[in-house]
């Protein structure tokens, strides 16, 4: 590692040890457990990534673990984020399915498309990785979406904790697509973007994160959403007809 690459890292390794001790001290690791293992996951991985930084074989595979074990952890924190703002929606049987369905597809398409136009210089298992990581990102971005629109619809605000997790995760996915996507394209050449774009991104989302959990948890949470999946649908369609007729009139 380079003097660069190590400052970035104990840059990472700072907040995310300080985020650590903010969720310790709100006591949220019973409400947000995956997102509180993700956390202290990253603080070991890039305690390790340093300490074996002279050693390129060594870091090559704690690096590629490390990535392979933030996917699952990461996802593993959205669905709880998302499990508990949409619990009213949970009493619906197939909207049990959304979630995974939505991550296998969008898994399905990455990989299917990495098949047919493989990373350029990379093996298989590298080439599984990062097809799975940039499965991930969309997944992170599209949960994104989905969130911004629930908070547009219910004016929730955006420093609540689940939304605060989301937008961090969003923050991520921005960089870590934007690296494995200029490495699977590019190869080699790419290397300063693939290296550099995840590390930058995950030290801005530790900051999001950070300044989210500042704020003391309210008594009650204000963000389960009291409405159920019909309502929802009948609001969208409101909005779909003064959408229309707004169209209507500038014809």
């Not at 190590?6 to 006591?27: D, F, N």
């Not at 990534?49 to 870091?59: A, D, L, P």
């Not at 009493?91 to 990373?119: D, Q």
């Not at 990062?130 to 547009?152: D, K, R, T």
């Amino acid at each position: 590692m380079q003097r660069f690459d190590i400052l970035l890292a104990v840059a990472g390794l700072v907040g995310a040890v300080a985020l650590l001790c903010l969720l310790i001290r709100r006591r949220l690791l019973s409400e947000f457990p995956f997102f509180f293992l993700y956390v202290s996951a990253s603080i070991a991985f890039i305690t390790v990534k340093i300490s074996v930084s002279g050693s390129y074989r060594t870091f090559f595979i704690v690096s590629w673990t490390a990535e392979a074990i933030y996917v699952l952890l990461a996802l593993l924190a959205l669905y709880e984020v998302f499990r508990k703002v949409f619990a009213a929606f949970y009493e619906k049987r197939w909207f049990w399915l959304f979630f995974p369905v939505v991550v296998i597809a969008i898994s399905a398409l990455a990989i299917f498309y990495r098949l047919g136009s493989p990373p350029a210089q990379a093996n298989q298992v590298m080439s599984f990785i990062i097809s799975m990581g940039m499965a991930v990102n969309l997944v992170q971005a599209l949960l994104f979406v989905l969130f911004f629109v629930l908070v547009w619809f219910n004016g929730i605000g955006w420093r609540e904790y689940p939304f605060g997790i989301v937008m961090g995760f969003a923050v991520i996915a921005i960089g870590s697509f934007i690296g494995n996507w200029a490495r699977s394209e590019f190869g080699t050449r790419s290397m300063l973007l693939f290296n550099y774009a995840p590390a930058v991104a995950y030290i801005l989302a530790v900051i999001v994160w950070l300044n989210t959990f500042l704020r003391p948890p309210e008594p009650e949470p204000q963000w389960r959403l009291q409405i159920t999946p019909e309502q929802l649908l009948e609001e969208i369609r409101q909005y779909s007809k003064i959408l229309g007729k707004l169209r209507g009139r500038d014809r």
